[in-house]
T-cell receptor, first 116, second 115 residues
Framework: AQSVAQPEDQVKVAEGNPLTVKCTYS??????LFWYVQYPNRGLQFLLK??????LVKGSYGFEAEFNKSQTSFHLKKPSALVSDSALYFCAVRDTDSGGYQKVTFGTGTKLQVIP | NAGVMQNPRHLVRRRGQEARLRCSPM?????VYWYRQLPEEGLKFMVY????????ESGMPKERFSAEFPKEGPSILRIQQVVRGDSAAYFC?????????????FGQGTRLTVV
């Protein structure tokens, strides 16, 4: 069974500082990993994904994420936070060993608050 | 290419009534997923469907909830005899039929309020 954990319910950073939102996963095969962002009263927007290849993945709005297979982690990062980055962030995983089954498992979300 | 469309955006039902939530996937997408989000909580998987087939309904409550994705028309999530605890945001996502690392695209959600 696949699972994903976001150990922090909330992350607070000052505007202009680097930010990290943590995510760890568990799969039986190789993972497909995703990050989504949810602004208040909106749906989820796709940010970036890791499929294969380079461990550092760049996505929308200046975000990037680093895949670390030995630590089974896929932390979301941004060098300089903006107040407008304040939102709920979800990490998600899909196991490539799932055959034709495409169920994606989401973490519980991390609320990011960027303080002016 | 329109995104995933969900309607209604907001739905108010009295206890005991039925709620029907609709989801039209993106063009060319044949996989649909339904998730529920309770206030201040994360996403909970409910059901995964392909056209005319329920693939995984392990997240669906055993009673009162059902889902379908007919050959023609939108996917429907149906909640019978709603209770206050059903109040939540229900999100639909779709993805294309081919395997691979394709991400799912989400609709704006339907916010169900049971009064």
């Amino acid at each position: 069974a696949q699972s994903v954990a976001q150990p922090e319910d909330q992350v607070k950073v000052a505007e202009g500082n680097p930010l990290t939102v943590k995510c760890t996963y568990s799969v039986s095969g190789n993972p497909y990993l995703f990050w989504y962002v949810q602004y208040p009263n909106r749906g989820l927007q796709f940010l970036l994904k890791y499929i294969t290849g380079d461990n550092l993945v760049k996505g929308s709005y200046g975000f990037e994420a680093e895949f670390n297979k030995s630590q089974t982690s896929f932390h979301l990062k941004k060098p300089s936070a903006l107040v407008s980055d304040s939102a709920l962030y979800f990490c998600a995983v899909r196991d490539t060993d799932s055959g034709g089954y495409q169920k994606v498992t989401f973490g519980t979300g991390t609320k990011l608050q960027v303080i002016p | 290419n329109a995104g995933v469309m969900q309607n209604p955006r907001h739905l108010v039902r009295r206890r005991g009534q039925e709620a029907r939530l609709r989801c039209s996937p993106m063009k060319g997408h044949s996989h649909v997923y339904w998730y529920r989000q309770l206030p201040e909580e994360g996403l909970k998987f409910m059901v995964y469907l392909q056209k005319e087939n329920i693939i995984d309904e392990s997240g669906m409550p055993k009673e009162r909830f059902s889902a379908e994705f007919p050959k023609e028309g939108p996917s429907i999530l149906r909640i019978q005899q709603v209770v206050r605890g059903d109040s939540a945001a229900y999100f639909c996502a779709s993805s294309p039929p081919r395997l691979g690392g394709a991400e799912a695209f989400f609709g704006q959600g339907t916010r169900l309020t049971v009064v």
